[in-house]
């Protein structure tokens, strides 16, 4: 069965620096994809980036990218040069032939940017 | 520009009431979604539906019920409602065009609170 484990407590990071979330995971599919939501204290669910499984490069949007490690089945979410809005929860979900395309969330990283 | 909207945005039940939550998406997506979020432990998938005419069960389907008449509608139903489905219910949308790799789109969700 396709889990989503992302473990780390909530974390603070200084405007501008960079922060790392980690999110792995486990499933029996060879093809499947990597999604990272934004959740912000308004609520509602933002798409930020996708990976798929057989891409060679790992996935850049703007200051979100991806550290993509299929052997290791880990998707990191990297942000850089973090602003006080990326204040948030950040979800990791996948999406495969497993699970019948839907797509499971992991339990979200929350992230305080402090000025 | 309306993208996937929920009604209503907040509800307060008591016990062993019933309700539906309306979802509507104009995007033309063929599959819709119904999550649930409870502290702590992410998004989870109730129903869901790859078309017009057909519903799945997803993740936890118990006390729930779902109608896909329309296209561009999908219905959540609570029967008897109970304290344990006080949660944040999110509707979501994608397109098959782009398999796995295509994102959900959420509506900004609804707060129901059973007493």
């Known amino acids: 069965a396709q889990k989503i484990t992302q473990t780390q407590p909530g974390m603070f990071v200084q405007e501008k620096e960079a922060v790392t979330l980690d999110c792995t995971y486990d499933?029996?599919?060879?093809?499947?994809?990597l999604f990272w939501y934004k959740q912000p204290s308004s609520g509602e669910m933002i798409f930020l980036i996708y990976?798929?499984?057989?891409?060679?490069q790992n996935a850049t949007e703007g200051r979100y990218s991806l550290n993509f490690q299929k052997a290791r089945k880990s998707a990191n979410l990297v942000i850089s040069a973090s602003q006080l809005g990326d204040s948030a929860m950040y979800f990791c979900?996948?999406?495969?032939?497993?699970?019948?395309?839907?797509?499971?969330f992991g339990k979200g990283n929350q992230v305080v940017v402090i000025p | 520009n309306a993208g996937v909207t929920q009604t209503p945005k907040f509800r307060v039940l008591k016990t062993g009431q019933s309700m539906t939550l309306l979802c509507a998406q104009d995007m033309n997506h063929e599959y819709m979604y119904w999550y649930r979020q409870d502290p702590g432990m992410g998004l989870r998938l109730i129903h869901y539906?790859?078309?017009?005419?057909?519903?799945a069960k997803g993740e936890v389907p118990d006390g729930y019920n779902v109608s896909r008449l329309k296209k561009q509608n999908f219905l959540l139903g609570l029967e008897s409602a109970a304290p344990s489905q006080t949660s944040v219910y999110f509707c979501?949308?994608?397109?098959?065009?782009?398999?796995?790799?295509?994102?959900?789109?959420f509506g900004n969700g609804t707060r129901l609170t059973v007493t």
């Open positions: 979900a996948m999406r495969g032939l497993e699970g019948n395309n839907r797509l499971a």
């Open positions: 990976q798929g499984s057989y891409d060679q």
């Open positions: 979501a949308s994608s397109s098959p065009a782009g398999g796995l790799n295509s994102p959900l789109h």
């Open positions: 539906s790859v078309g017009e005419g057909t519903t």
């Open positions: 499933t029996s599919d060879p093809s499947y994809g």
